[in-house]
């Protein structure tokens, strides 16, 4: 299966920018959707944003019109733009397919909000 590893998480301040990638150890091309999802301290999962292998996207309405979702299939990468952040948006991030696949869950990168 594919191994998924989140990075370009941090500390930001509301209002900032984030850009988290998600780089696969293989390639991307066969998997139709590839999502964002995030969890907050005692919250579900919850998907934010995906991006079909034909450049479809989804957002969940929290996060419409701030995030932005791409994936570089020659890099194996997907990458969530995160602007205009809110204190709502601290979370661990993680990708996968969309729907998930439960062997490919990684370790998630960390986002944490605050001035």
């Known amino acids: 299966h594919v191994q998924l590893v989140e990075s370009g998480g941090g500390l930001v301040q509301p209002g900032g920018s984030l850009r988290l990638s998600c780089a696969a150890s293989k390639s991307i091309l066969n998997i139709l959707a590839m999502g964002w999802y995030r969890q907050a301290p005692g919250k579900q999962r919850e998907l934010v944003a995906a991006?079909?292998?034909?450049?479809?996207?989804y957002f969940d309405d929290s996060v419409k019109g701030r995030f932005t979702i791409s994936r570089d299939n020659a890099r194996n990468t997907v990458f969530l733009q995160m602007n205009s952040v809110k204190a709502e948006d601290a979370a661990g991030y993680y990708c996968?397919?969309?729907?998930?696949?439960?062997?490919?869950w990684g370790q998630g990168t960390q986002v944490t909000v605050s001035s």
């Open positions: 996968n397919a969309a729907p998930p696949t439960t062997r490919c």
């Open positions: 991006i079909t292998s034909n450049s479809s996207t």
